[in-house]
């Protein structure tokens, strides 16, 4: 079963304040995912990567950035946490060849930012 | 790009009794669609999935149907249990992406 595991269920932190979100798969998968999960608004893609080192824009990049140096590990980064970045974040794995095949999501971080 | 409306938003239904949730996209390019039923504290697990060449796809109580024509799909579930309730999420890829429906809060009354 593919594992996709993220270091933390729930993070506070202060408005302002370089947060970082992590998470790592077991399966070697090429292609990573960040999205933000929020009530009435379905899943919404933050960034992705299809190879290390390889990130690209999905549709609310703003205020985020990521980093793939490895295979399995791929990183959210807030540069500066706001009020409104308050959600659940959740990651996910996929197999390659980018199309046609599940995304294997992690149990999410929820964070809130006060 | 791909837009994916997804109906009803809540769905309450009598143990034993079925399930319906529809979805549509906008992507005649989109051919593939999974479906994700994600309980409270957990992150969203895949339950069944469907690819353009097939209209119809089955698993134990759960089915799923396609109409590429009409750009819709939609999840059945069957002799629903106590255990089927949860949020339930459409998706379709597009271009290698999946955009997802706003989910569907099932709750099954025994």
């Known amino acids: 079963d593919v594992k996709v595991t993220q270091s933390s269920r729930y993070l506070v932190k202060r408005t302002g304040e370089k947060v970082f979100l992590e998470c790592v798969q077991d399966?070697?998968?090429?292609?990573m995912f960040w999205y933000r999960q929020d009530p009435g608004l379905g899943l919404r893609l933050i960034y992705f990567s299809y190879d290390v080192k390889m990130k690209e824009k999905g549709d609310i990049p703003e205020g985020y950035s990521v980093s793939r140096e490895k295979k399995e590990r791929f990183s959210l980064i807030l540069e500066s946490a706001s009020t409104n970045q308050t959600s659940m974040y959740l990651c996910a794995s996929q197999q390659g060849d980018r199309s046609n095949q599940p995304q294997h999501f992690g149990d999410g971080t929820r964070l809130s930012i006060l | 790009g791909e837009n994916v409306e997804q109906h009803p938003s809540t769905l309450s239904v009598q143990e034993g009794d079925s399930a319906v949730i529809k979805c549509t996209y906008s992507?005649?390019?989109?051919?593939?669609f999974p479906w994700y039923k994600q309980e409270l504290g957990k992150g969203p697990q895949l339950i069944i999935d469907?690819?353009?060449?097939?209209g119809e796809k089955k698993d134990q109580r759960i089915a799923v149907t396609l109409n590429k024509t009409a750009k819709h799909f939609s999840l059945h579930i069957t002799e629903t249990q106590p255990e089927d309730s949860a949020v339930y999420f459409c998706?379709?890829?597009?271009?290698?992406?999946?955009?997802f429906g706003a989910g569907t809060q099932v709750v099954v009354t025994p």
């Open positions: 469907i690819r353009s060449n097939v």
């Open positions: 998706a379709a890829d597009s271009w290698g992406k999946l955009q």
């Open positions: 992507d005649s390019a989109s051919n593939y």
């Open positions: 399966m070697d998968h090429e292609n």
